[in-house]
């Protein structure tokens, strides 16, 4: 289960979290709702391709991914959205669209936008539609070290 992978790495750093239960929601705005969390602390994880290589960014709830400014800020040649089918067996524990914004744990880059910064804590869906956890953003930024880039932009 990908919760107790992700429990069991925070605990072995002595991170401070909490794990929220909630109603079953897919997308990231709908879970900070369920979840009673501001959107712009939710944070979604999208799987994409830098060329040949697969990365995971990570940006508000409300936001959407501007891949002119990702394929910009990454120096990529090619930046696309990877399919569910491209990246499930990545995540074989994980639900589909619930994985948690760790990629250190799969061996895979993480972006962030430099936007998620902005709020003390940081909150993700914790590999369940369900569940959800919220640390502090210097605790996932020391344990994560991912790329600070800016590439989120508001939904219309």
């Not at 925070?10 to 900070?32: G, M, N, P, W």
């Not at 969390?37 to 799987?47: D, F, Y």
Request: aromatic letters at 8%.
């Amino acid at each position: 289960m990908p919760v107790e992978k992700l429990r069991t790495f925070l605990d072995e750093h002595h991170v401070k979290y909490v794990t929220l239960k909630h109603s079953r929601a897919f997308t990231a705005q709908e879970i900070a709702d369920h979840a009673h969390i501001p959107g712009r602390e939710m944070a979604k994880t999208v799987i994409v391709w830098l060329d040949q290589h697969m990365a995971m960014v990570v940006l508000p709830a409300p936001d959407m991914i501007n891949l002119d400014d990702l394929r910009a800020a990454t120096g990529a040649h090619e930046v696309r959205l990877a399919s569910e089918r491209e990246f499930s067996a990545v995540f074989p524990n994980c639900e589909v669209g619930a994985m948690p914004p760790f990629g250190n744990l799969w061996d895979l880059p993480v972006f962030v936008d430099q936007r998620l910064r902005e709020d003390e804590h940081i909150a993700f869906s914790a590999g369940s539609h369900t569940e959800v956890i919220r640390l502090a953003f210097a605790d996932f930024e020391r344990l994560v070290r991912p790329g600070v880039l800016e590439f989120a932009e508001a939904r219309a």
